[in-house]
């Protein structure tokens, strides 16, 4: 190669610049090692409590990539989080600047969110937490764990540490509901992502355990504490402090499920771990401390001399160990007070409260703690009749949690209730219209404060809870607007109205938005089996632990029931976590869910015809309340309860029911049954159909409250039969009216507005327990009861004649063809589903009512049993559902939320009308009312006079005993009554 001078020294040149480049490079390089390495030491010496070091180190790289020409973003920002996190641990004030200036920079770099940025809020939200600015924390954390659901990240230790602030800052507030949401969140994410040994996770399972004893769910409290306890275990002695603590907390669960012996067990054991110890003054005061919590146990026992006597060795201890004067020593007070109080000593009692409040107040001025003993005051003055003192401290301590921002005004339901109540005890005494005046408002705070709870309550049993609860207020309250006297004031009669809806099936109206807002929200196939997937795996769960309550006689505290119990804790705690993210990424299912607004009365008449009248029923212990809505009116009834109406229920039921299910049938026992029956029902009627008798349209729609549900208003008389043993000669309430169902006004409006989701295939009919080609002995008397699990054999002639009527519309599928897989493989897709079958009703637990279909033999196996609970999981899209079968329409009491059987389990899944049974049936005379009714449906009859016009007919075409209530009335319409088109 020929090169001159000059191409030689620009070669030259060239080479040696490169190499200083690259020289360059390096260097550059080994720099940027060094100072991400920095950072990497800042975090682990904050982590192993060298703050210093870790402030210098961070700094350093922080200053380096701040003045670096081509720094990237993304080292900038690791260090501002780090010297931010540093500064925190210093206290230094300008660590707030440095987490935001981080969080920024972390947006730029992934503006739908990350994993840094979730760390740097979640230090953030810290500093402001701890800076008292509490709701700029709660912000800042929401948003950040919002961000994590979107990019769908919330599985990690940011997600968790997020959900502790946000609980712990809903706990401060008084949310307990929330906070409960949000620590079970972080309790599911922290065991699967970080284990059980994890601090966090650790700290998560303390803090439930709070919130389940702060709304009475001991028994899951017990289930956090036993894991809690096995976990310390495995890293701590026996004999260690915190041992000693969880072994209190294991007695205060055992207490409140009143397990005494196993509490005073737990605590003795607390007591000891203590003894063993030198005696030195912080022991004597744990000693101390451990009488008390024995005397307690005593206490809730009304141990009374017992539980004083154990007080009082506290009040020993604490005299020891120098604490009369400590705020500690409140809490010994406290326990004299309330013993003081059970033994009605109530000068002596808040002459302790006092002192309690003494040591305290100087510590921590009039906070929360101060409040609660106020009410215990309060309570006391009430107990003495002194309502004016005891209205005074309950507005002490209602005043207090006014004057904090930080308090959640929701927490006062329960002392705005026990205020308005001595208000309206107060007003008993006086007269005093000012003072009614007053308990209405307050019973109004109380009532706006629990709805509130409730409607941001995202765990059944929270929420189950809290309807409890409404039970309670809802007659009080309504109590006080009827003697108010101006029930029609329009402001009055909403309130009363939207208490009485409350009153009524909240669960089952929540969950069928809950229901629809996957159905119409355009949720992924795959999200919803996911949700329905832990439904079922709940059930079986839940189905396993029945098992071996009532069939092994395990008792619930044993530990294989406690496993079991921990696991459907664990999976309802997986579905809450799911749905919170459905919401996050789903707008419209949020919107959905949140759409379950109290139907008002004007928007309910706009859908009553003319020949409609929709009472609403509301028992209290002292009045029947019926609301009775008509197209163009409404009027409040109040009836005075003269007599023990859930006597009369029961009595009319047996007088219906028992002669024709008795094996010994004698003339005697029916005329004794026909009296009974006869008296209690004209009973009934006086008191909840003659005070309403001239309101009243043809077409009765009942909204029936409690045990109101079980009975059969057609067979209602007005005046008692000249010739009893004639049922032809009945004033039965049916001759005059149609009669309908539903569980809620509310529920009512859902389903009687127009839905473009009912199925386009007919008719699906099942007769699991008859033969195709079986004829029965049609002069057969009414004999045979679908009460057994054995053949049916009306019930094949039954479809066969439905089928008939339809000109043979009906998909029809016999004995073994009409199975559980079938029904469920096929069920969505029909607009009328017929179950002629045998079914039952637990009045114990409503979802383990079933319907049973055909197996391989007629032995009583579970796999044919459908049961409600696995019915509320499925998906109708049915207008109708007929279930001939018994007693589909009863099932388990709830407070506040009626009936849980069969029939509210298919409504919940998509049905909008439902024929149902009231108890068991017979054979014959359930095919003739079904003959009857689908050929009133084929001429156009609306459900419900296509009911009336079938049982009316089966009267008047049998004789004698045959035309007996008990084989017609037992069949209801619920829900939309339109007809079938």
């Not at 949020?590 to 029923?617: A, C, D, G």
């Not at 028992?658 to 003339?667: A, I, L, R």
Request: proline share 2%.
């Amino acid at each position: 190669m020929n090169m001159n001078l000059r191409e030689f020294w620009l070669l030259i040149l060239a080479i040696s610049l490169s190499s200083a480049l690259l020289y360059s490079q390096k260097k550059v390089n080994t720099r940027l090692n060094d100072h991400l390495q920095l950072i990497s030491q800042s975090d682990s010496f904050y982590t192993v409590g060298l703050d210093s070091l870790a402030e210098i180190a961070a700094r350093k790289s922080y200053v380096y990539f701040s003045n670096a020409r081509k720094s990237k973003l993304i080292h900038k920002a690791k260090a501002a989080r780090s010297l931010g996190i540093a500064l925190k641990s210093l206290k230094d004030s300008a660590s707030i600047k440095y987490l935001e200036e981080s969080v920024g920079l972390f947006k730029k770099i992934h503006p739908s969110g990350s994993l840094d940025e979730a760390n740097c809020i979640y230090h953030l939200a810290g500093l402001y937490y701890n800076k008292k600015e509490k709701l700029r924390a709660d912000s800042i954390a929401l948003a950040g764990w919002k961000m994590l659901c979107h990019v769908q990240q919330e599985n990690s230790r940011e997600g968790v540490r997020l959900l502790k602030i946000l609980g712990s800052f809903q706990t401060k507030k008084g949310q307990h509901n929330l906070a409960f949401d949000y620590f079970s969140k972080a309790l599911m994410i922290a065991k699967e992502k970080l284990g059980v040994n994890d601090n966090d996770y650790l700290d998560v399972l303390r803090k439930l355990t709070k919130m389940h004893f702060y709304y009475g769910n001991f028994n899951q409290a017990l289930l956090t504490t036993n894991e809690l306890f096995e976990l310390e275990l495995k890293n701590l002695s026996i004999d260690h402090h915190e041992i000693a603590l969880t072994y209190q907390t294991l007695s205060d669960c055992e207490r409140e499920l009143n397990h005494y012996d196993n509490a005073l067990q737990h605590q003795f054991k607390s007591l000891q771990i203590f003894l063993d110890k030198p005696q030195t003054k912080e022991n004597i005061y744990e000693i101390a401390c451990n009488y008390s919590y024995i005397g307690k146990i005593y206490f809730s026992q009304s141990k009374f001399e017992l539980a004083e006597e154990y007080f009082n060795k506290c009040d020993t201890g604490f005299t020891l160990s120098g604490f009369t004067n400590k705020p500690e020593y409140g809490f010994v007070c406290i326990n004299l007070g309330r013993i003081n109080n059970s033994k009605l000593n109530f000068e002596r009692a808040i002459t302790y409260f006092n002192k309690a409040c003494s040591l305290f107040r100087p510590v921590i001025g009039e906070n929360l703690t101060i409040g609660w003993i106020y009410t215990y005051i309060a309570s006391a003055y009430a107990s003495m009749q002194k309502y004016d003192s005891s209205v005074s401290y309950y507005n002490k301590y209602l005043s207090i949690l006014n004057s904090s921002e930080h308090l959640s005004k929701d927490i006062e339901y329960k002392e705005n209730f026990a205020k308005a109540e001595v208000l309206y005890n107060w007003y008993n005494q006086t007269k005093k219209d000012s003072l009614l005046s007053e308990c209405l408002k307050t019973f109004d705070l109380s009532e706006k404060n629990l709805n509130r709870q409730l409607n941001s309550a995202r765990l059944d049993d929270v929420r189950k809870s809290l309807i409890f609860d409404y039970g309670n207020l809802i007659e009080k309250y309504i109590g006080a607007l009827i003697n108010s006297g101006n029930l029609y004031d329009s402001i009055q009669l909403n309130t009363a109205w939207r208490l009485s809806e409350l009153a009524h099936s909240q669960l089952l109206y929540s969950s069928l938005q809950e229901s629809q807002a996957k159905k119409y929200s355009k949720l992924l196939k795959t999200e919803i089996e996911k949700d329905s997937s832990l439904s079922y795996s709940i059930l079986n769960k839940s189905k396993e632990l029945d098992y071996i309550i009532d069939t092994l006689k395990i008792k619930v505290t044993e530990p294989q029931a406690l496993k079991i119990q921990k696991e459907i804790v664990d999976l309802q705690y997986k579905q809450s976590l799911l749905r919170d993210t459905l919401e996050i990424k789903y707008p419209l299912y949020s919107k959905w869910k949140e759409n379950n607004t109290i139907v008002n009365i004007s928007s309910l008449q706009e859908n009553l015809s003319e020949q409609q009248t929709l009472v609403e029923y509301l028992l209290t212990s002292k009045q029947i309340i019926a609301f009775v809505i008509n197209k163009e009116s409404t009027k409040i009834i109040s009836t005075p309860i003269e007599f023990d109406i859930q006597e009369s229920i029961l009595t009319m039921l047996e007088g219906l029911k028992s002669y024709h299910q008795s094996e010994n049938k004698t003339p005697i026992d029916y005329k004794n049954k026909i009296n009974l029956f006869v008296n209690s029902s004209l009973s009934l009627y006086n008191i909840l159909i003659k005070p309403i008798e001239t309101l009243i349209k043809p077409e009765l729609i009942i909204i029936p409250h409690g045990n109101l549900a079980n009975i059969p208003f057609d067979v209602l008389i007005a005046h008692i039969p000249k010739d009893i043993p004639n049922f032809k000669t009945y004033p039965f309430l049916l001759h005059s009216h149609s009669i309908s169902y539903c569980y809620s006004a509310s529920l009512y409006n859902i389903l009687n507005k127009e839905q473009s989701n009912i199925s386009s295939e007919n008719f699906l009919a099942m007769a699991p327990f008859a033969s195709e080609n079986e004829l029965p002995d049609f002069n057969n008397s009414y004999g045979d009861s679908r009460s057994q699990l054995g053949p049916l054999h009306y019930s094949g002639q039954e479809l066969l004649k439905i089928n008939t009527t339809f000109n043979n519309q009906f998909k029809i599928y016999y004995g073994k063809q009409a199975n559980i897989n079938t029904f469920r493989s096929k069920a969505s897709n029909f607009r009328i589903l017929h179950l002629a079958t045998h079914s039952f009703a637990n009045q114990t637990k409503g979802n383990n009512c079933y319907v049973a279909f055909a197996t391989d033999t007629l032995s009583n196996s579970s796999s044919n049993l459908l049961l409600s609970g696995e019915i509320y999981n499925m998906n109708f899209n049915a207008e109708l559902i007929v279930l001939s079968g018994c007693e589909t329409g009863i099932g388990q009491l709830q407070q506040g939320e009626g009936i849980v059987s069969l029939s509210s389990a298919f409504i919940h899944s998509g049905a909008r009308s439902i024929i149902a049974s009231l108890w068991k049936l017979n054979d014959k005379s359930t095919m003739i009312i079904m003959d009857y009714f689908y050929q009133n449906l084929k001429n156009g009859r609306s459900k419900n006079i296509a009911l009336r016009e079938a049982k009316l007919r089966f009267i008047q075409e049998n004789p004698g005993l045959q035309s007996h209530p008990y084989y017609w009335s037992a069949f209801s319409c619920i829900g939309n009554v339109s007809p079938i088109h």
